[in-house]
DNA sequence: CACTTGACCTGTCCGC
DNA sequence: TGCGGACAGGTCAAGT
């Protein structure tokens, strides 16, 4: 998925929608999309109020009045859509992916008593959701391993050099990626912020400076809040809480945009590969050292 | 160890 | 039009 700022816009639009509302179904029919929806747990699920949408990382957090939480985590094409009483039609026919629910990539769908649903689509099936009690989400492994929130208000510049030059070695956009030293960054805003700093992915971390990782820092945090404020990225799956799209990628300098000419300095982008992953370039501004 | 590859799935796109 | 292969925003486990 949806990376971090794709999470926090489907946070934001659920915790709009869902407070207060009662679950009374649950319905699913992959098993690995949500285990715990036909288990002995699933009582702390039906008749229980939604308290607040919390997002850590690119996992969302939905607590619920029982003391147990949704942990939900979305993976490439996971979306969390939700439709008000007698609703299930298609919405927003001029920015909207999704049209009526279900639909044949509905995996879970929380009913409410007021009507309400919230469909859980992933086409992929890579994406899961699970019932936990509350007070051991944070134990979880994952959780536990989870680096700190590029947004987060004590991540300082100080932090993220000394936390990115742990692994000396590797590729700076493979150690972007990896989920335990910051947490949050996917495969877009690896590329994008990369650019923004003028430093090719396959850079050994070793190599950087001080002060251009500071840089980094900067355009990291610079590319997160504008996605956020634009919504996130959607290319094919991506759609926030009400199945609306996202605009950042109109604003993207590289990602995807192999051929077309680099806002900076006209070359033309080219995608190569980096840490296994689709990577894209301006092979002018971004040179190897 | 650290890094790379394969697996998990479905759908789409591209070349033949 | 059909078919095969590559690829897709994430993360584990297994292999080198």
Redesign the pocket.
């Known amino acids: ?3 971090l700022p ?1 999470v926090e816009t489907v946070r934001i639009g659920l915790n709009q929608l869902l407070p207060g509302k009662k679950i009374d179904n649950v319905w699913s029919d992959w098993v ?1 999309s949500f285990p715990n929806a036909k288990s002995d747990v699933a009582q702390f699920l039906i008749g229980a109020k939604i308290i607040q949408a919390q997002r850590r ?3 969302l957090l939905i607590s619920l009045s029982s003391n147990y939480s949704l942990v939900i ?1 979305l ?3 996971g979306q969390l859509v939700f439709r008000g009483k007698q609703n299930f039609g298609g919405g927003h026919p001029s920015n909207s992916l999704v049209g009526s629910l279900p639909d ?2 509905t995996r879970v769908i929380l009913s409410f008593k007021d009507g309400g649903k919230l469909f859980f689509n992933d ?4 994406g899961w959701m699970r019932l936990l009690p509350s007070a051991e989400v944070p134990n979880i492994d ?1 959780m536990k ?1 989870l680096g700190p929130e590029p947004l987060g208000a004590g991540f300082s510049k100080a932090q993220f050099q000394q936390r990115v030059q742990r ?5 700076i956009k ?1 150690v972007l ?1 990896d ?1 335990t030293v910051i947490a949050g ?4 805003y690896a590329d994008e912020s990369l650019w923004g700093s003028k430093i090719h992915p396959a850079t050994a971390v070793n190599k950087l400076s001080s002060q251009k990782l500071g840089v980094l820092f900067k355009a990291i945090q610079e590319v997160l809040n504008l996605s956020i404020e634009l919504g ?7 759609v926030d809480a009400e199945g609306k799209k996202g605009s950042y990628l109109k604003f993207a300098k590289v990602f ?1 945009l192999q051929g077309q000419p680099c806002p900076r300095c006209g070359t033309p982008i080219i ?1 190569i ?1 980096v ?4 990577t894209h370039i301006c092979p002018k501004d971004q040179r190897l050292i």
Request: no cysteine; hydrophobic share 25%; glycine share 8%.
């Open positions: 998925m949806p990376e794709e690995k990382a690119k996992l985590h993976k490439m094409t044949k990539s086409q992929r099936k890579f994952f391993k692994r000396p070695n590797s590729a493979a990626l989920q960054i996917g495969n877009i996130g990225s959607s290319d094919r799956n991506y995807r995608k590969r840490a296994g992953r689709g």
